[in-house]
């Protein structure tokens, strides 16, 4: 079984900063993806940023140039540098992780979510 803890959500101003962590643990074969969703009051999950065992990142249209997705792939965690934020971030981000287990195939993982708030 694999655990994601997330930590770094927090209340902020408009145009403040703001970096959330990840840490997978628990039997880790490999990781494939890991990435963050977020969901707002009200609002269907959307997908902010992801990125592959490679460095490959992929964002949100709406979050390109103010957020940053970065891995330390020794310590299995993942990063979501957010700067310039807005409003419409406010919403708990939630982290996931497609990860082998025993290198015999993938299954996706969820944190528990941390709240972003941003006042305006």
Not at 29 to 34: A, D, E, H, N, R
Not at 57 to 86: A, H, P, W
Not at 89 to 95: F, I, L, P, R, S
Request: with cysteine; aromatic share 12%; hydrophobic share 30%.
């Amino acid at each position: 079984q694999v655990q994601l803890v997330e930590s770094g959500g927090g209340l902020v101003q408009a145009g403040g900063s703001l970096r959330l962590s990840c840490v997978a643990s628990g039997t880790i074969f490999s990781t494939k993806v890991m990435g963050w969703y977020r969901q707002a009051p009200a609002k269907q999950r959307e997908l902010v940023a992801t990125i592959t065992e490679n460095g490959n990142t992929n964002y949100l249209d709406s979050v390109k140039g103010r957020f940053t997705i970065s891995r330390d792939s020794n310590k299995n965690t993942v990063y979501l540098q957010m700067n310039s934020l807005e409003f419409e971030d406010t919403a708990v981000y939630y982290c996931y992780a497609e990860t082998s287990e025993y290198g015999l195939g993938y299954d996706t993982y969820w944190g528990q979510g941390t709240q972003v708030t941003v006042s305006s």
